[in-house]
């Protein structure tokens, strides 16, 4: 009996042991790139604040090199300091426990085609430059992105796809950046407004974030997990449920000031602008 019970001991410790290894195999591998192509990124924990606005007024008196008529006031700059204060907010710290694997680009027209068999695109990418397959799809519903997720784990035993929550998305996205991208920085990175063409770009064509992943701000707006709480900002808990989901990091119809990691906004937006990257588990 005794015997047994310290085989069964041996065993446990055995698996634990397996499961450790693999994991601390897991996490020491940067890049993963599935049996489809998807390149994914690992993602170590860490924390941030969200949410955060702190707007500031500059000190008078006003030197700037304008009409006199136009300079301001000691009443103007008393009015913007009120306002300023108003509208600014602490946020709040929020700790991501777990690495995780995010897409290293949008889900492309490629990839979905080769799980779902189909191309919903409104811009497909083998009609603009060239780029057969590589542009983001799009035009996809939340629901929509589901099913290709849920597809995705059929055909790939080996791992477990999902999409990102808001946080996780927001972290990634971040790159431990603490502060807005300037607009030069945005421009850079991210196909807007400012540099677009009148359609969606082939992924990873613009400057990659500090963590190397690509149009996290731009091209396509991307759904995450979590349900829309009709706010500006995410609450410190996301709402169990709601009427629609999650759209993070704008797309090429977006504007600087609204291109950003910051804010959210909820579905399902224009459709032709809306697409998706996933995660994938760390095993």
């Keep these: 009996m005794r015997v047994a019970l310290v085989l069964v001991l041996i065993t446990i410790l055995a698996t634990t042991s397996i499961l450790a290894q693999q994991k601390a195999t897991d996490t020491k ?11 994914f990124r690992l993602i170590q924990p860490g924390s941030m604040r969200v949410g955060r606005v702190e707007l500031e007024c500059p000190d008078p008196p006003d030197t700037r090199d304008v009409d006199e008529k136009e300079r301001w006031t000691q009443e103007d700059f008393e009015n ?11 946020g709040f710290m ?8 995010i897409g290293k680009h949008e889900v492309t027209q490629g990839q979905w085609e080769k799980v779902m068999g ?3 695109s409104f811009f497909q990418g083998d009609k603009i430059e060239g780029e057969s397959g590589q542009h983001p799809v799009e ?11 849920k597809k995705l784990n059929s055909l790939d035993s080996t791992a477990e796809y999902r999409l990102p929550t808001e946080f996780e998305w927001e972290y990634a996205a971040r790159a431990g950046n603490r502060e807005l991208l300037s607009w030069g920085e945005t421009r850079e990175s991210a196909w807007i407004q400012d540099t677009n063409k009148g359609g969606t770009r082939p992924v990873g064509q613009m400057k990659p974030n500090a963590w190397g992943l690509y149009d996290m701000l731009g091209n396509v707006w ?3 997990a979590d349900y829309y709480n009709n706010k500006t900002f995410p609450d410190t808990v996301p709402p ?5 989901h999650v759209l993070r990091g704008g797309s090429f119809i977006s504007d600087v000031a609204n291109a950003t990691y910051f804010y959210h906004a909820g579905g399902p ?6 697409g998706f990257r996933i995660v994938r588990e760390v095993k």
């Design 29 to 39: 591998k940067l890049t993963w790139t599935n049996g489809i192509g998807m390149e």
């Design 269 to 274: 937006g224009n459709g032709y602008d809306v």
């Design 118 to 120: 189909s191309n919903p």
């Design 94 to 101: 929020v700790i991501v426990e777990e690495p995780y694997y």
């Design 240 to 244: 169990e449920s709601g009427e629609v």
């Design 80 to 90: 913007c300091q009120r306002l300023a204060n108003r509208h600014s907010r602490p």
């Design 222 to 224: 991307e759904w995450v």
């Design 139 to 149: 035009n996809v519903t939340w629901s929509q992105a589901q099913a290709f997720i």
